[in-house]
């Protein structure tokens, strides 16, 4: 399995919509403090289920959508939509390439799919189980976050071992 | 079970060994179960001692030291439990240029197994890159995308 | 006194909106008492406000744009609270080329009154030096010191 | 009042003496990962008194004397020797330079010497009292400590300003 495309619509600090495709090998993301980076890492988070608003820097939900600027004004939505390519079949679904589609409304409404197929958040959050994908595989380090993983207490170690067996 | 985290314990513990020595160039390092006899409930102590010097408490290790280790046991993790991807962001950020390109040449030998999304200021980790995505703040404040594609 | 607290209070939040714009070239930037009727017990918020972005959580604020804003704050409590010295450790680590150049002129201007000894990789902060000193591991991990005067 | 010299004899990685003169103006130090700079500030800190051997990056007291290596022995002490220029009366002192010394043996005794006298810890810190330069003064800033800075909770942050009024 391996990710194909990133598409983010109002997410944050992106008002406008923009694609990232994915090839094999490294994807390096530069760029100016406070230009989006960071956040570009939080919308794969938040598009594999993360419900943490703490995890993604905000504090309601509505954090991650687009608050508007001084030329701007705020928007209504968030969307993001993350493609895999899944022949492997690396991913417990019956598809070749597998999209997952999050969205947030001012209103706290969320739509979930899969595939173009509503869903439930958990169906989403169930399609990484397991694959190390989750909290505590470790698969997603933040910024800031590195001389945490060797400061962890004794328990979070142990909940680090447990996902990696 | 106590079977599987043994052998899950043993695997992270070879890997994060070798891990340790090519990004230190030496050196040694272990992960030790604090109370053996117990594997679902011991607590895991990580050591680290970079050539030459003493080993002593991980917290007296300098800030690249202790980056350099750290991201020796994530590398070792993706071994033991690769990931499809692996998104890292500024994880380079304390180190100094020598240490900085061993942890690219090491990263680049794991990209051909991993996609690696890694975010970074620093030139000798964007080098390695195989495509490299500039990000900046255009007018409103809202976020751009340039795309370049290297290799 | 309550007093007192409130004359340190307004002193450091005219400082702070000061040494905040400086670095920022713009923006905006406060320090709020939660509770004004009651000085001695109030919580006190920080709130930053880079140039054209919408005022937010600190916590939404980008790695770079937190150090600066964290160095306002120090700085300003330097010109409320003069001391003869300041050390600063890599606190321009995560700051891109631009906010690091403007970092290291104003830390110039400050440095006109205030010793500062601050440790540093990047080469901007290094040029504003006016003593250098390179510390190396000599042979058997003991480190050692050159002296370098640039000025 | 200014920085005028700092000597390191055996203090954590520096088996051999160092000497540091300060003039006005920025010092810089510089070098690789690991070689001692930041050991240069907890010179400092403990030299001012500290007492926090965990603000030190240590777990015991002797942390701080040199622990020997693969090609030498650990030593038995560790000193470190701050000399201030004092002729504006700056410290409630009267002597117009002030050299605070601290040394600490692998037996756990201390010696506190204030321009030659013995005195106690205690004394070297009631110097520094409310001259800004204690722990909560924000004059000695770690690494890795910028970003805590902000997320103080409103409790530190009151502290934060009371050391500042
Ligand atoms: N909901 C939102 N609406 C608009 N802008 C937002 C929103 N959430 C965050 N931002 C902005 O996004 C910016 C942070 O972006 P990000 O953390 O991705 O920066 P970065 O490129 O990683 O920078 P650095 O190199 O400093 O880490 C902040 O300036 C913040 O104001
Ligand atoms: N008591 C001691 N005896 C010998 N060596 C010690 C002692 N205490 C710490 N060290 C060594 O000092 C080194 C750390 O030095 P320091 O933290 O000053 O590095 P640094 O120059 O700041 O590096 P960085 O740029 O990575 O922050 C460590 O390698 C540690 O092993
Ligand atoms: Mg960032
Ligand atoms: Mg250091």
């Given amino acids: 399995m391996r990710l194909k495309r990133l598409e983010l619509i109002g997410f944050k600090s992106f008002a406008n919509k923009v694609t990232l495709e994915f ?10 403090n406070g230009s989006g980076k960071s ?3 939080d919308a794969v988070r938040w598009v594999l289920g993360e419900q943490s608003i703490k995890s993604l820097r905000g504090s309601k939900l509505e954090d991650v959508i687009f608050a508007g600027s001084d030329g701007k004004k705020p928007l209504g939505m968030a969307e993001v939509q993350l493609t895999l390519e899944n022949s492997d079949g690396f991913l417990p679904i019956d598809y070749n390439e597998v999209t997952i589609t ?28 397991d694959t190390g994908l989750g909290r505590e595989g470790y698969a ?13 207490n004794p328990e979070e170690r142990r909940s680090l071992f447990e996902e990696t067996a | 079970s106590a079977e599987r985290f043994m052998e899950t314990y043993e695997q992270l513990r070879a890997e994060f060994k070798l891990v340790f ?6 050196g040694a390092a272990d992960i030790i179960l604090v109370d053996p006899e117990d594997p ?29 280790t750290a991201i020796a046991l994530l590398l070792a993790i993706r071994r033991v ?16 240029e020598a240490n900085l390109e061993r942890f690219a040449d090491i990263l680049q030998g794991f990209a051909k197994t991993t996609q690696f999304l890694i975010i970074t200021h620093r030139q000798a980790t964007m080098e390695k890159a195989d495509r490299l995505y500039g990000v900046t703040m255009g007018e409103s404040a809202t976020s751009q995308l340039i795309s370049v594609k290297l290799s």
């Fill in chain 2, 21 to 26: 020595g090519e990004l230190f160039e030496g």
């Fill in chain 1, 39 to 41: 956040n570009i890492s």
């Fill in chain 2, 40 to 68: 679902l409930n011991t607590g895991i102590e990580i050591i680290a001692q970079p050539p030459g010097k003493k080993l002593q408490n991980l917290a007296l290790l300098s800030g690249g030291e202790r980056s350099l």
């Fill in chain 2, 81 to 96: 439990k690769p990931t499809p991807f692996c998104i890292l962001d500024e994880v380079d950020a304390a180190l100094d």
């Fill in chain 1, 23 to 32: 090839d094999e090998g490294i994807t390096a993301i530069v760029g100016p």
């Fill in chain 1, 102 to 129: 999050r969205r947030v409304y001012r209103s706290g409404e969320s739509d979930f799919l899969i595939n173009k197929t509503p869903c439930r958040l958990k169906d989403i959050q169930d399609l990484f189980t």
């Fill in chain 1, 140 to 152: 997603i380090i933040g910024q800031g976050q590195i001389d945490a993983i060797l400061s962890t």
